[in-house]
Structure formats: C-alpha cells, structure tokens
C-alpha cells in the first residue's frame, strides 16, 4: 500500500505547487504579463453585499466574476491559448481574423465587406450621400473655404493577397470607389480618395501598413499627406508636402510600437513588430495644445498652435488614422483644430469660431458610408464649458414646463452601481437664462440597455458635488437613429431625451450622471461630465 499512498501524495504536492505557481507568476522574475485587448471592462471588486438572499447571491456572482478576471495567471493562459491557435491559422477572437503569412485583419462584423465588395451602397444611398457633401462643399464654399473629404483605405484593400482565400473580391464595389465615382459624375471637387495613392505608396514602401496594426504606418502616412497637400495647393492653400527624409524617425521599444491587433489577441508578446513613425522634433517641441471638451486624449477636440507664422489653418475632422497625419501637418499651418467625428461629422460650431482657411473631413473607408449623417454620440460624451456659456450666454424663451431639481440620495459613482449593458451619452449641459431672468440648464442626451436593446421610460438626471446631490427627472424616448445604427440595435431609437431644467439652488461643481430604475434596483451610467454651476 505503501507505493499508491506515495502516489497520491505525489499528485497532491503537484496540484499544490501548480496552484502556487499560477498564484505567484506575477512575481517571476523577466516573465512578462502579456498584453491583451479584450473590448471591455474586467470584472471591478464587489461592494457590500445587500442583506438578503438576492443579495448575496449577487454578491457570489460578483465575486467570481472578480476572481476570475483578476487570476494571476489568465492573461498567461489567454495568451498560450490565442499564440497556439494562430499558429494554427485562425483566431481566438470574433474581432480578429488571421489571414496569410501570419498577417491579421479586423473584422467589424462584415466580414472585410469592402474588399469583398459584398455590401455595395444602394443607389438612394448614394444620391443622398453626395446631396450632403454637395450642401456642405456649397456652406464652406461661401465662406471661401475648400473642403476634402478624404477616405483612409482599409488595411485589408490595400493587401488582399495578405487576406483570408474567402475575403478575396467577388466583382462589387467598395464604398469609396462607388462614392469617388458619383461626387465625380456629380461635378463634385471635394471628395479624394486614398486608394490609389497607398496602392502606389505599398509599391515604394512595402510596411505602408503591417500585419499587426489596422492603420497605416508613418511611411503609408506620408503618401496621404503628400496626396492631401497637393489637393489643397490645387485649390489655392499656400503649401507643399517635403520629402520623408525630411522628417525624423521615432525610435520606440517593439512593445511600444502600435500593434492593436497583436494586442487584441494577446500576442504582443510573442510577436515583433516593426511600425515606422515620423516626426518634426523642432515643430513638435513647440507645440501648444488647448482642449475644448473634458476629453483630453487623442481623440478629444482641441486646438493645436504651432508658432509657425502666417500660415494657413486647418480644421481636421478625423479618426485614428489621423494620429499619423498631424505630425506631417504641423509644419504647414499655424493651427489646427482637430475634432473626432464620434462628436459630429461636420462642426459648423468649429467653422464659425475658429474661421479655417481649409476643412479636411477624414474618415476610414468602412464608415465613410455614414460620414454625411448626423454625428454619432458615444461615452465619453462631450459637455459645453461653463466658461464658454459665460463669455456668450443662452437665452430662451420661458419654457411651458419648468422641470425642477430636488434633493436626492448621492450614487457612489465608482461603477459599482452600474447593471450590465447600460451606456448612455449626455452630449449638451449648458447653463442660461430665459427671458424673464430665471437661471436654466438646458440637457441632451439618450440612455439605453444597448446589448438587450431595450429603453425605459424615463431617467434621472443626477448632479453631485462633495456636499449636495440633485435629481431631475427625463422622459426618454426622442429619436435617435444614430445610437440605433451605431449599436446595431434597432430598439434603442427612441432612447433620446432633451429638456430645460430650472437651475440647482446651490452653486458648485458637479459631476453628472444618469440613473434609471431598473425593476426594484436603478443602474448608474457615469457620464465622465462635470459641469461648474454659477
């Protein structure tokens, strides 16, 4: 008996050590935690259970969901796992799709439509596309402005002999040669498309893109740089692109350089990625950057001063893929002002204030099909400054049905409050007055359980400062066919809301967020706005 107890002992000490070992990989010396992308919040530690049944079983299955999002060892695991199948030709996520040669694609599920030429726009698509860009090159147009609609080529259009057998074209159209060919028939200069320029910029250099990154590189950049720069000359703007020898290469770590895709699958690690970027370190150095929203990334609106002297300025509405332009942009106009087109395709509010002497609309080729709709709204949402309702302030007539704030119950407003699926967007909160002198708040907005597709009937919205907690209440149900498209969610079109509510009776600042009773419990969407009442 003795030899089946050493057995068991054995296998029990191994159990033991490889529980151990998967606890303390963290802590193994050179071993790196692997990068992973995976489209969502892990898993926040639990609160204080509420005290009952329900509540405790809620709090179970917190906990586990904490525990098991936070293992020590899981990226390691997710990462082996994601490592094995792509050597093995296909992907561990929906978002991925492994092509040849070890090159990787996104896939925002169509399944790399645009290369297939399999969702071709309908003709009263088009005619409405090109009536909008006609409105809009006539609006700027009269304000002595040239404008380019500038369609960034998707990774897959430019190597598709990289891509999947099956996403080979099939003999349609893609959008922006359906969309170049009717603004052309429609006599229309404001539309430039990038195809054949990174087609030809693949030619000189073969990293135009990688295969480890959606965007194109430095080097792929410059070829739509030098594409858009001699667009503008053509239509009177005073500038010429300079050669990419003129431009400084940034010297990053291999797990520094962009590699969302890499990261996506949890093979950064395991791959090395090379992404050619540029620079101007003499115009960068001094580079004066005033945001105009709360957002303050990459993607938020701001004004970039550039200290160079009498040259033009550029409005840029753009995507990711402009992060690689405007270093190549700088030297050439004393200041931009950069806006993502989440907060608006086309910012008359921007063209009246700032006056450009050229608007460039840029936008990544999947979703140049919309690029003519009214703007997407999406957490982080955006929020009028108080200082800029001060300088020039709202003034409306009195409104029929004042809605008034009331003392309330505070929301911890650490997420843990928030019921899965819920995402909302509080996209205006402007203090004014009426007519009469009463101080108003005018919000917008829409609150929705987007992954249900359902909306409610009414929310709250809820200012909080350290001492004070308000609450107004907001009917839903204003159309929003922008949050249904973006979503995929046709039930959450009447997920909007607008309303003019009477000011609170305390000055202070406030952080905003939207509640919404939902069954005997409310969930709480973080807005991420704060607003400064006078």
Same mark, same amino acid.
């Given at each position: 008996?003795?030899?089946?107890? %050493?057995?068991?002992?054995?296998?029990?000490?191994?159990?033991?050590?490889?529980?151990?070992?998967?606890?303390?990989?963290?802590?193994?010396?050179?071993?790196?935690?692997?990068?992973?992308?995976? %489209?969502?919040?892990?898993?926040?530690?639990?609160?204080?259970?509420?005290?009952?049944?329900?509540?405790?079983?809620?709090?179970?299955?917190?906990?586990?969901?904490?525990?098991?999002?936070?293992?020590?060892?899981?990226?390691?695991?997710?990462?082996?796992? %994601?490592?094995?199948?792509?050597?093995?030709?296909?992907?561990?996520?929906?978002?991925?799709?492994?092509?040849?040669?070890?090159?990787?694609?996104?896939?925002?599920?169509?399944?790399?439509?645009?290369?297939?030429?399999?969702?071709?726009?309908?003709?009263?698509?088009?005619?409405?596309?090109?009536?909008?860009?006609?409105?809009?090159?006539?609006?700027?147009?009269?304000?002595?402005?040239?404008?380019?609609?500038?369609?960034?080529?998707?990774?897959?259009?430019?190597?598709?002999?990289?891509?999947?057998?099956?996403?080979?074209?099939?003999?349609?159209?893609?959008?922006?040669?359906?969309?170049?060919?009717?603004?052309?028939?429609?006599?229309?200069?404001?539309?430039?498309?990038?195809?054949?320029?990174?087609?030809?910029?693949?030619?000189?250099?073969?990293?135009?893109?990688?295969?480890?990154?959606?965007?194109?590189?430095?080097?792929?950049?410059?070829?739509?740089? /030098?594409?858009?720069?001699?667009?503008?000359?053509?239509?009177?703007?005073?500038?010429?692109?300079?050669?990419?020898?003129?431009?400084?290469?940034?010297?990053?770590?291999?797990?520094?350089?962009?590699? %969302?895709?890499?990261?996506?699958?949890?093979?950064?690690?395991?791959?090395?990625?090379?992404?050619?970027?540029?620079?101007?370190?003499?115009?960068?150095?001094?580079?004066?950057?005033?945001?105009?929203?709360?957002?303050?990334?990459?993607?938020?609106?701001?004004?970039?001063?550039?200290?160079?002297?009498?040259?033009?300025?550029?409005?840029?509405?753009?995507?990711?893929?402009?992060?690689?332009?405007?270093?190549?942009?700088?030297?050439?106009?004393?200041?931009?002002?950069?806006?993502?087109?989440?907060?608006?395709?086309?910012?008359?509010?921007?063209?009246?204030?700032?006056?450009?002497?050229?608007?460039?609309?840029?936008?990544?080729?999947?979703?140049?099909?919309?690029?003519?709709?009214?703007?997407?709204?999406?957490?982080?949402?955006?929020?009028?400054?108080?200082?800029?309702?001060?300088?020039?302030?709202?003034?409306?007539?009195?409104?029929?049905?004042?809605?008034?704030?009331?003392?309330?119950?505070?929301?911890?407003?650490?997420?843990?409050?928030?019921?899965?699926?819920?995402?909302?967007?509080?996209?205006?909160?402007?203090?004014?007055?009426?007519?009469?002198?009463?101080?108003?708040?005018?919000?917008?907005?829409?609150?929705?359980?987007?992954?249900?597709?359902?909306?409610?009937?009414?929310?709250?919205?809820?200012?909080?400062?350290?001492?004070?907690?308000?609450?107004?209440?907001?009917?839903?149900?204003?159309?929003?066919?922008?949050?249904?498209?973006?979503?995929?969610?046709?039930?959450?079109?009447?997920?909007?809301?607008?309303?003019?509510?009477?000011?609170?009776? /305390?000055?202070?600042?406030?952080?905003?967020?939207?509640?919404?009773?939902?069954?005997?419990?409310?969930?709480?969407?973080?807005?991420?706005?704060?607003?400064?009442?006078?």
């Amino acid at each position: 008996m003795a030899f089946p107890l %050493n057995r068991w002992w054995v296998l029990v000490a191994g159990v033991v050590l490889a529980w151990a070992a998967m606890l303390s990989v963290r802590h193994v010396p050179g071993l790196a935690v692997p990068k992973i992308g995976e %489209n969502r919040v892990l898993a926040g530690f639990p609160g204080k259970p509420e005290a009952s049944a329900a509540g405790l079983r809620e709090y179970r299955e917190a906990m586990d969901a904490y525990v098991i999002d936070h293992f020590p060892a899981r990226p390691h695991f997710i990462a082996g796992i %994601n490592l094995l199948r792509y050597r093995l030709g296909y992907s561990g996520t929906a978002r991925v799709i492994v092509g040849r040669d070890g090159w990787l694609f996104y896939d925002s599920d169509d399944h790399l439509s645009q290369l297939r030429g399999s969702s071709p726009l309908k003709p009263d698509e088009l005619r409405a596309w090109i009536d909008t860009l006609a409105e809009r090159t006539h609006y700027l147009r009269e304000r002595d402005i040239p404008f380019l609609v500038v369609s960034a080529p998707l990774q897959e259009r430019i190597y598709p002999e990289k891509a999947p057998l099956w996403a080979q074209p099939t003999g349609g159209v893609a959008d922006t040669d359906a969309l170049e060919a009717a603004a052309r028939a429609a006599g229309l200069d404001s539309f430039l498309s990038l195809y054949p320029v990174l087609l030809a910029q693949k030619e000189r250099y073969p990293d135009a893109y990688t295969g480890f990154d959606t965007h194109w590189t430095g080097r792929g950049a410059h070829g739509a740089y /030098v594409a858009m720069l001699d667009a503008m000359r053509a239509r009177g703007i005073p500038v010429a692109a300079r050669p990419l020898s003129s431009f400084t290469a940034l010297e990053k770590p291999t797990l520094k350089q962009p590699q %969302n895709l890499a990261v996506m699958l949890g093979l950064a690690s395991f791959v090395t990625q090379v992404f050619p970027q540029y620079t101007d370190p003499s115009i960068e150095a001094g580079l004066r950057v005033h945001f105009l929203t709360q957002r303050q990334d990459w993607a938020g609106t701001r004004v970039i001063d550039t200290g160079v002297q009498g040259a033009p300025v550029l409005m840029i509405t753009g995507d990711s893929f402009s992060s690689e332009l405007l270093p190549f942009l700088y030297p050439h106009f004393s200041r931009l002002i950069f806006s993502h087109y989440d907060e608006g395709y086309f910012r008359t509010d921007l063209i009246e204030r700032f006056k450009p002497d050229v608007a460039v609309l840029e936008m990544l080729e999947s979703g140049l099909r919309y690029g003519m709709d009214a703007p997407i709204s999406v957490l982080p949402a955006k929020a009028v400054a108080p200082q800029a309702a001060a300088t020039d302030p709202m003034i409306v007539a009195k409104p029929a049905n004042l809605v008034a704030f009331a003392a309330g119950p505070r929301v911890v407003g650490d997420g843990s409050e928030a019921l899965p699926g819920y995402r909302c967007g509080l996209e205006l909160i402007v203090p004014g007055t009426d007519t009469t002198g009463q101080a108003l708040l005018q919000v917008s907005g829409w609150m929705a359980q987007v992954e249900a597709g359902d909306v409610g009937d009414a929310v709250e919205l809820v200012l909080q400062s350290e001492l004070e907690s308000y609450r107004a209440p907001l009917a839903l149900g204003q159309e929003r066919p922008d949050v249904a498209v973006y979503f995929k969610q046709p039930g959450v079109a009447l997920s909007g809301f607008s309303a003019t509510l009477a000011m609170p009776p /305390v000055p202070d600042p406030y952080q905003a967020y939207l509640v919404q009773q939902v069954g005997e419990r409310s969930t709480v969407c973080q807005t991420h706005v704060s607003i400064t009442l006078p």
